[in-house]
């Protein structure tokens, strides 16, 4: 097992085309992620307009069977709800059959969800025990690299968006701390509209790779790390 005491994970939702370049940057420096999608959701025909930015197209199954390959897929919902507009049965079905689907479809056990929107409640908590989910992240920065106790109530470092990702970026780096530290930053690849967008994440990939020092996995693979600390 890895003793290393930092770790970096990424996580990325909804599965959506933008991910071919997403992946193509994480990949080219050796950065590892989860992607979160929604199993009924998986074809170009389903679309939605991005703050009149852009259209984004969800994938099709067929064209991320492999782009995936060197990292984690985990459950986002199977038709992406929010869960605590739903009764416990609908809830329980929407995972269950999200989890079923993309482990025949990837050949590989789920342990993993984002919850969509971010949003839950003590029956999705019950539900995702059930059912075999370690873990599941919301949506709301922690802006801290300390080890989360509550798995299923999983939050972000940061969004990649946000500002203060370039002063945590350095906290991380230059940190010789010898408690472990998990930094955890999640998004949307149709954030990255412009060349700009793109070029800005690329340099925080290229700040963070090749460290010695530094862990680089999966969600579920940091999770079993921290487990080493216990
Ligand atoms: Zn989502």
């Known amino acids: 097992m890895n003793k290393k ?13 933008d991910d071919e370049r997403l992946v193509g940057i ?60 739903l009764d416990y049965n ?3 079905n929407d995972i269950y059959i999200d989890k079923k689907i993309l482990e025949s479809l990837f050949d590989c056990k789920i342990k993993g969800m984002a919850y969509p929107f971010g949003v839950y409640d003590e029956k ?29 109530e999983l939050e972000p470092t940061c969004h990649y968006r946000e500002k203060e ?10 940190s010789s701390s010898s408690e472990p530290l998990l930094f955890y930053i999640w998004g949307h690849s149709y954030e990255l509209v412009t060349e700009d967008d793109w070029q800005d994440f690329e340099n925080i990939c290229k700040k963070l790779s090749n460290r010695d020092d530094i862990y680089y996995c999966t969600n579920i693979e940091a999770i079993e790390w921290m487990k080493t600390f216990e």
């Open 165 to 174: 990702i370039y002063r945590l970026i350095d906290d991380f780096i230059n």
């Open 124 to 152: 999705t908590l019950k539900i995702l025990a059930e059912l075999g989910i370690v873990y599941s992240r919301g949506v709301h920065s922690t802006y801290s690299f300390e080890l989360p106790n509550k798995l299923l």
């Open 26 to 85: 994480l990949d080219k420096y050796g950065l590892k992620c989860t992607f979160n999608l929604n199993s009924a959701l998986m074809s170009n025909r389903n679309t939605w307009n991005y703050n009149n930015k852009k259209l984004v197209l969800h994938m099709n199954y067929t064209d991320c069977i492999n782009l995936y390959e060197k990292h984690e897929i985990a459950c986002h919902g199977y038709t992406h709800p929010d869960f605590s507009k």
């Open 5 to 17: 005491t930092k770790a970096l994970t990424f996580s990325f939702d909804d599965g959506v085309l």
């Open 90 to 92: 609908t809830t329980y």
